[in-house]
């Protein structure tokens, strides 16, 4: 009776290995690398930056009254210092 037992747990397990082993083929056949396609980007002008040579800034901005009134407010440039709690869980 044990060899019976012993028969039939080997040949369910041999099952599912063959089970497995078959449904591993067909899926990794029937799974195909994505691919994707790469679009050239459209050939124009050489030159690129051309469209930049008849370009005029406008610096009369920086002779208004609003903007010469500015003013620096505090340390410049910042000088950074101990910021946050030491223990994260303490209560206060």
Known sequence: MPERQFANRSLLLLIIVVVFAMGYLYYSRSIQPG???VV???ITDKDALAMFRDLIIDFSILDDTRFKSLRVFGESPVRPGVTGKRDIFAPF
């Open 40 to 42: 050239p980007p459209p």
């Open 35 to 37: 691919q994707l396609s």
